[in-house]
C-alpha cells in the first residue's frame, strides 16, 4: 500500500487524463472498526469494478493528522483509539492500494466544501467514485454532508455512493465513541468485537523501577500517558506486539498490568507493563512495541506482602496462558532475567 502524507506526495500520473483515478473514502477511521471496515471494503470493491482494459482506478483512503479534535479543542484531553502507525496498518490489510494522510491544521480546515471536493477528490486524486457513510461531514465547519457531496459530485463527474449505518447485531451503530465507552468501562472483549480485533496500546519502552526483574517477572513499560486510551488500572491477558522490518508483526503472548501498583509506594504514575509469558531474553529499552488487550482478569489489588502477590502473579500466568490458548510457561529465576 503506498503511503502519501501530504498532497505533494500524490503521483501526478494519478490525475491524468490517462491515469488510472481513484474511488475515496474521507474520514478521520479512528479505530478502523467494523463501520470504516464496511465502507473502506466497498471502496476497493467498487474500485474493482470499475476496472477496464487493464486499468483499474486505485482504492484510497483521504485521512487526517492530528485528529481534528485535537486542533479544534487543544485544551481538551482526545485519546485515538488507535494510534497512526496502527491505522495505516489496519487500513492495508483491508486491500486499499493507497492511503492520503492529510496535515490537518486551521487553514484546511476553513476550506468550504465545494472547495474541499473540488481540489481534493476531483482535482488531486482525479476520484471517479466516493463512497462514505451517511453520517459524512466535510468542509468548513463541517458544513458539507451526504446530500451537498452528492450535489457536488454530480456536478463534477463524480459518481457519489452512500452508504447506510452499519450496526451490530443488536442494532447499534459501530462507533468510535462506542469503543471508548467500553475501554472506559473495561470491558475490553466488547470493544474488541466493535474493532474486529483487540484493541492495541502503543508505546515506547521506557526503564522502570526493575521490581519485576528482580522477582523473576520482567516487564516491558509503557508510560500510560502516551500509549492510548487505557482502559482502568487492573491485569488483563493479551499480547505484546513488535513490529518487523519486513513480514507480520511478532505477538507474544502476555500479562499485562495497567496502574500505579498499590501493593508498593514508590511508583509516582499509571503504566502499563507487559509480561511476556516465558521469556527473560528480551531487550526492549527505546523499542515502540504495541500492547494488545484481551481480557480483563482482575482489578488491581494491594497484597500484604511479597508472598501473596507472587502467589497472585502466577495465577495470572496461568490465566492468561488458558485464554490465549498457549502453553503455560515454567517459572523464571531473577537470575536468569538477561534483560528487559
Request: hydrophobic share 40%; proline share 7%; with cysteine.
Amino acid at each position: 500500500m503506498q503511503i502519501w502524507y501530504g498532497a505533494e506526495q500524490v503521483p501526478a500520473a494519478l490525475r491524468s487524463p490517462a491515469g488510472p483515478g481513484s474511488v475515496v473514502s474521507i474520514g478521520v477511521f479512528d479505530g478502523v472498526h467494523r463501520g470504516h471496515q464496511a465502507i473502506l471494503g466497498r471502496v476497493v470493491q467498487r474500485a474493482d469494478q470499475m476496472g477496464r482494459d487493464g486499468v483499474r482506478p486505485l482504492a484510497v483512503a483521504i485521512t487526517f493528522d492530528p485528529h481534528p479534535r485535537h486542533v479544534h479543542q487543544p485544551d481538551q484531553p482526545f485519546a485515538l483509539v488507535t494510534s497512526l502507525t496502527d491505522r495505516l496498518a489496519s487500513l492495508e490489510a483491508i486491500g486499499l492500494d493507497a492511503v492520503l494522510v492529510v496535515p490537518y491544521g486551521l487553514d484546511f480546515a476553513a476550506q468550504g466544501p465545494e472547495d474541499f471536493v473540488s481540489t481534493w477528490l476531483h482535482g488531486l486524486l482525479r476520484a471517479r467514485a466516493v463512497v462514505v457513510g451517511r453520517d459524512v461531514r466535510f468542509g468548513r465547519g463541517n458544513s458539507g454532508d451526504a446530500r451537498a457531496l452528492e450535489r457536488i459530485g454530480t456536478h463534477l463527474g463524480i459518481e457519489v455512493e452512500i452508504l447506510d449505518e452499519v450496526c451490530s447485531g443488536q442494532g447499534r451503530r459501530w462507533s468510535s465513541t462506542w469503543i471508548r465507552q467500553c475501554l472506559k468501562d473495561g470491558r475490553v472483549r466488547e470493544a474488541a468485537d466493535i474493532l474486529g480485533r483487540p484493541h492495541r496500546l502503543r508505546g515506547t519502552v521506557v526503564h522502570g523501577l526493575r521490581r519485576g526483574r528482580e522477582l523473576g517477572f520482567p516487564t516491558a513499560n509503557l508510560e500510560a500517558a502516551t500509549a492510548g486510551v487505557v482502559p482502568p488500572d487492573g491485569v488483563y491477558a493479551g499480547w505484546l506486539v513488535r513490529d518487523q522490518e519486513e513480514g507480520p508483526a511478532e505477538r507474544l503472548p502476555a500479562a499485562i498490568s495497567i496502574g500505579t501498583n498499590p501493593t508498593f509506594d514508590d511508583v509516582p504514575q499509571r503504566t502499563v507493563e507487559a509480561h511476556v509469558l516465558g521469556r527473560a531474553d528480551l531487550n526492549l529499552y527505546g523499542e515502540e512495541i504495541g500492547v494488545e488487550l484481551v481480557e480483563h482478569l482482575r482489578p488491581m489489588l494491594a497484597f500484604d506482602g511479597l508472598e501473596p502477590l507472587l502467589a497472585q502473579m502466577r495465577t495470572d500466568i496461568e490465566d492468561t496462558a488458558r485464554i490465549l490458548g498457549v502453553p503455560e510457561p515454567g517459572p523464571i529465576r531473577p537470575e536468569d532475567v538477561t534483560a528487559h
